[in-house]
T-cell receptor
Framework: LAKTTQPISMDSYEGQEVNITCSHN???????ITWYQQFPSQGPRFIIQ???TKVTNEVASLFIPADRKSSTLSLPRVSLSDTAVYYC????????????????FGSGTRLQVQP | NAGVTQTPKFQVLKTGQSMTLQCAQD?????MSWYRQDPGMGLRLIHY???????DQGEVPNGYNVSRSTTEDFPLRLLSAAPSQTSVYFC???????????????FGNGTRLTVT
C-alpha cells in the first residue's frame, strides 16, 4: 500500500498563501498524486491531481519534483472557508498489481484559517 | 447522475447484531472502496474492489466482509457488530482511468454507525 506523510496541522490567516507538503517515498511509476479536501460531516472532495511537474486549476496548484517522492499543495490567498482537512493520496486504481491499486489516505493536514 | 449513494445515513446496532451497509454508483466505475473514519482521525481503507468479482483487503479489514457481484454495487457486511466498529463509513468509487488521466475518487455522503 502506498503510504504518505503530511504535517498534522497548520495555521494561517486569511489572504495568505498556504503550502502543504506530502511525502510519498514509495510512489510507483504508474501512481498519480491526488489531493482531497474534507469538511466536517462530509466525504472528501477532489481538489487537484498530478503526475509530474506543476498542475494548476482554479482552486490550487500542485508542485511535484522530478523524483516524485513528495508533492506540495499550494492554496493561494486562503479564506475562512478553506478551513478543512487536506489529504494527499498516491496510487492508480486502474493499473499494476492489485495491491498497488488500493488508495489509502494518510492522517491528513488540518488547516485552520483565522481572520 | 446520482453519483455514489450510501444507505442508510444513520444506524444504531447492538453488540453482536449483523447488518449490511449499501453502496451503489451509477457512473460505471470499476474501482470501489470502503473507508471508516473515527472522530478526529483520517480515513482508513477497509476493503476495495478493482472490478466485478474482485475484492481485496485494505488496512483494517477484520470484522467486515464485502462482495462485488455487479459493477454498480459494493455492500459492506458487519457479521457481528462490536463497539469498536462505531464510526462513519464512506464508500468511494473511481473510473479505471487511462495512462494520461486518472479519475479521482467520488465519495458518498457516509453512514454514521453506532454500536452499543
Amino acid at each position: 500500500l502506498a503510504k504518505t506523510t503530511q504535517p498534522i496541522s497548520m495555521d494561517s490567516y486569511e489572504g495568505q498563501e498556504v503550502n502543504i507538503t506530502c511525502s510519498h517515498n514509495n510512489i510507483a511509476t504508474n501512481d498519480y498524486i491526488t489531493w482531497y479536501q474534507q469538511f466536517p460531516s462530509q466525504g472528501p472532495r477532489f481538489i487537484i491531481q498530478g503526475y509530474k511537474t506543476k498542475v494548476t486549476n482554479e482552486v490550487a496548484s500542485l508542485f511535484i519534483p522530478a523524483d516524485r517522492k513528495s508533492s506540495t499543495l499550494s492554496l493561494p490567498r486562503v479564506s475562512l472557508s478553506d478551513t478543512a482537512v487536506y489529504y494527499c493520496l498516491v496510487g492508480d486504481p486502474g493499473r499494476g498489481d492489485t495491491g498497488r491499486r488500493a488508495l489509502t489516505f494518510g492522517s491528513g493536514t488540518r488547516l485552520q484559517v483565522q481572520p | 447522475n446520482a453519483g455514489v449513494t450510501q444507505t442508510p445515513k444513520f444506524q444504531v446496532l447492538k453488540t453482536g447484531q449483523s447488518m449490511t451497509l449499501q453502496c451503489a454508483q451509477d457512473m460505471n466505475h470499476e474501482y470501489m472502496s470502503w473507508y471508516r473514519q473515527d472522530p478526529g482521525m483520517g480515513l482508513r481503507l477497509i476493503h476495495y474492489s478493482v472490478g466485478a468479482g474482485i475484492t481485496d483487503q485494505g488496512e483494517v479489514p477484520n470484522g467486515y466482509n464485502v462482495s462485488r457481484s455487479t459493477t454498480e454495487d459494493f455492500p459492506l457486511r458487519l457479521l457481528s457488530a462490536a463497539p469498536s466498529q462505531t464510526s462513519v463509513y464512506f464508500c468511494a468509487s473511481s473510473y479505471r482511468g487511462t495512462p494520461s488521466y486518472n479519475s479521482p475518487l467520488h465519495f458518498g455522503n457516509g453512514t454514521r454507525l453506532t454500536v452499543t
